[in-house]
């Protein structure tokens, strides 16, 4: 969830607002008046394909070869 907006900030960039909380999902806070709002989907909408994002190789090894990986040699507590 992005910073809070002001009603100014907010009606300057509503449809700029209201496009990016249907694209993400992610909802919109808004300070008004000492209090807080939140634009946000009421059920459904876009939200973002993890399917779709790109696969991220960390290791060069298997997942068996990971398994069996010890890193009680390698790991000091008090570094």
Do not use: F, N
């Not at 990016?20 to 909408?45: A, M, N, T, Y």
């Not at 993890?50 to 390698?74: F, I, N, Q, V």
Request: no cysteine; glycine share 8%; proline share 5%.
């Amino acid at each position: 969830m992005g910073d809070p907006m002001t009603a100014t900030q907010l009606r300057a960039q509503l449809y700029g607002v209201l496009d990016r909380v249907i694209e993400s999902g992610e909802p919109q806070r808004l300070d008004r008046k000492g209090h807080r709002l939140l634009i946000s989907l009421e059920s459904g909408g876009s939200r973002l394909d993890l399917d779709a994002l790109p696969t991220r190789h960390a290791t060069d090894l298997s997942l068996g070869e990971l398994a069996k990986t010890s890193w009680e040699d390698a790991w000091d507590p008090d570094a």
